[in-house]
């Protein structure tokens, strides 16, 4: 099982509090260093203020060599689908072939008000163009134009530059809907992820997907399975009790909904999920400071996940 960690810039983080994260995650052989695309804080100040997804994802780039990067997930009514697929293959090129999108429809109302960003009451159309137009952008033969008539789009003889150096470049598509991000994510997506769930719902989650997939005549087996859940742990109960207090959480609601408590408990709860067939988890971290967090998680509990 891979273990990611994943982060909230938007709460207060600046460019260097990421890099310096995502250079740890490195160090220790964590699989990814993702970041939510998010531009206003859910609760406190933000302080310093909000970062860029994809320029800070460029810089860290080209100050790691090993590890993925990605969103967990980029919001479609951020950016146009042309500069999206644009962006993202730079990036992929700035770090050799490392880069993951992660797409979504984007839910948070206010910072779409906030800095000026339409919100549609209707979004999943805008999604599924968006994921038609960049794939179909990468996936042009080079030499070939690509044009894309929509609802929501227009793209007129495009040259479909540049591409990505993955091809396929992974996509991630998450949500916790019945029937249509299971569709899409059958139809576009490398990884299904669902994203801060009730524990009980991940394995009925993970089996719509599939079902998904045998609809679309593609084999489930192709696609990752993921969660990405709270971390704070400790390898004692005062440690967690005192990481769960940096976070502003109760330790119980923690243990209920994340990777959380002592070292045992942690890898009890990783071996549930490895059991419904999760392929990787995403390790929310909130304090990005305490780096000993990571130091614990990978010398503790990630030798004996196998």
Avoid: C
Avoid at 164 to 185: D, E, F, K
Wanted: glycine share 10%; aromatic share 8%; no cysteine.
């Amino acid at each position: 099982m891979d273990l990611r960690i994943f982060i909230e810039p938007q709460q207060g983080a600046s460019y260097d509090d990421q890099l310096r994260v995502a250079q740890a995650a490195e160090r220790l052989g964590y699989d990814a260093f993702f970041r939510s695309d998010h531009f206003l804080a859910m609760g406190g100040d933000g302080l310093p203020g909000p970062t860029d997804s994809w320029v800070t994802l460029g810089g860290i780039a080209r100050e790691t060599s090993t590890i993925r990067l990605g969103t967990l997930v980029t919001s479609a009514t951020f950016r146009l689908p042309g500069l999206l697929a644009i962006q993202v293959a730079q990036v992929d090129a700035m770090s050799g072939g490392r880069v993951e999108l992660g797409l979504g429809a984007g839910w948070f109302e206010r910072e779409h008000a906030a800095y000026g960003f339409p919100f549609p009451a209707k979004r999943f159309g805008l999604l599924t163009e968006q994921l038609e137009i960049v794939t179909g952008l990468w996936t042009t033969p080079a030499g070939e134009t690509f044009s894309y008539d929509g609802e929501h789009y227009t793209l007129v003889d495009s040259p479909a530059l540049p591409k990505p150096v993955q091809a396929p470049l992974p996509i991630v598509i998450g949500g916790n809907g019945p029937s249509r991000t299971p569709a899409l994510a059958a139809r576009f997506a490398a990884e299904y992820n669902t994203s801060f769930p009730e524990i009980a719902d991940i394995p009925t989650r993970f089996d719509t997907v599939r079902a998904a997939a045998e609809d679309a005549g593609r084999d489930p087996g192709s696609l990752k399975y993921s969660a990405a859940l709270v971390l704070a742990v400790g390898k004692d109960e005062a440690e967690f009790t005192r990481r769960a207090a940096a976070i502003g959480r109760e330790p119980a609601e923690l243990r209920e909904h994340g990777i959380a408590g002592t070292v045992p408990e942690a890898l009890d709860r990783l071996a549930q999920l490895k059991e419904w067939g999760a392929d990787r988890v995403y390790l929310q971290v909130l304090d990005l400071a305490d780096l000993d967090h990571l130091e614990l998680v990978a010398a503790e509990i990630a030798p004996h996940l196998g």
